[in-house]
C-alpha cells in the first residue's frame, strides 16, 4: 500500500481536476487512483505447489508440537480435529504472510479454566 501523504496528493490533484471532468472521466481517474494506491487490480493470487508443500510443513510441525488438550473459544478440541486444526491455521498463515486477508485472523485459544 501506499504512502498516505502521495495518497492525499493524488485525492487533491483529482479534486483540482474534477470540476473540469466528464463523469467517464472522472470514473477513470478514480480507479487509477485506486489501482495505484490499493493493488485493486490483482484480484487472485496463484498458489503453487512450493507453497502448498510449505503450508503442510507448516502444519505437520505445528501438529508434532501441539499440545494436548487443546481449547478453542473453551471447547475441547478432539484429538482427532488436531491435524485439520493444524492445517487450517497454517494456511491462515500464509494467508496473512501474503497479505491476502483484510484482517490479521487467529485461533482463539482459550484453556477451559480461563
Known amino acids: 500500500m501506499s504512502d498516505p501523504k502521495e495518497i492525499e496528493?493524488?485525492?487533491r490533484e483529482y479534486l483540482d481536476k474534477e470540476p473540469n471532468l466528464s463523469r467517464?472521466?472522472?470514473l477513470i481517474l478514480l480507479q487509477t487512483i485506486f489501482h495505484k494506491h490499493f493493488e485493486v487490480s490483482k484480484l487472485e493470487h496463484l498458489i503453487n505447489y512450493k507453497d502448498v508443500f510449505n503450508i503442510f510443513?507448516?502444519?505437520?510441525?505445528?501438529?508434532?508440537?501441539?499440545?494436548l488438550p487443546m481449547y478453542i473459544s473453551k471447547k475441547l478440541i478432539e484429538p482427532n480435529e488436531a491435524p485439520i486444526i493444524a492445517a487450517m491455521e497454517?494456511?491462515?498463515m500464509y494467508l496473512n504472510s501474503k497479505s491476502l486477508l483484510k484482517r490479521l485472523v487467529k485461533f482463539d485459544y482459550k484453556d477451559f479454566k480461563d
Open 90 to 92: 497454517a494456511l491462515i
Open 57 to 67: 510443513s507448516v502444519a505437520r510441525s505445528q501438529y508434532v508440537n501441539r499440545r
Open 24 to 26: 467517464q472521466d472522472k
Open 9 to 11: 496528493k493524488d485525492l
